[in-house]
């Protein structure tokens, strides 16, 4: 599976941006897809997760009410909606896919990895 996030930026506080991450391979609808980002100089933290179908999701304390995660089978597509946007939102922001169905948090359980986008939160 190859993955590709795209729609980062710059943004005032309090704004909102739409992230997508476009996959490969037919097989997108089996992989457990979530969200991360690493800030200068912090570690790669989790940010959201959703199972195959859809129907179930998980979010960092951190973002929860704010970020909505979402996808889209048809399209091979996984969406990362971030509204109310904070300075400490700025990061670089990576999609990932998993192959086991049980949801973890843990960046080491992802197989796939796409290349980051730039999210910048301006004060």
């Known amino acids: 599976v190859q993955l590709q996030a795209s729609g980062g930026g710059l943004v005032q506080a309090g704004g909102s941006l739409r992230l997508s991450c476009a996959a490969s391979?037919?097989?997108?609808?089996?992989?457990?897809m979530g969200w991360f980002r690493q800030a200068p100089g912090k570690e790669r933290e989790f940010v959201a997760a959703?199972?195959?179908?859809?129907?179930?999701?998980y979010y960092a304390d951190s973002v929860k009410g704010r970020f909505t995660i979402s996808r889209d089978n048809a399209k091979n597509t996984v969406y990362l909606q971030m509204n109310s946007l904070k300075p400490e939102d700025t990061a670089v922001y990576y999609c990932?896919?998993?192959?086991?169905?049980?949801?973890?948090?843990?960046?080491?359980?992802?197989?796939?990895w796409g290349r980051g986008t730039q999210v910048t939160v301006s004060s």
């Open positions: 959703i199972s195959w179908s859809g129907s179930t999701t």
């Open positions: 391979g037919r097989t997108f609808s089996r992989y457990v």
């Open positions: 990932a896919a998993d192959q086991d169905p049980t949801f973890d948090s843990s960046s080491w359980r992802y197989d796939y």
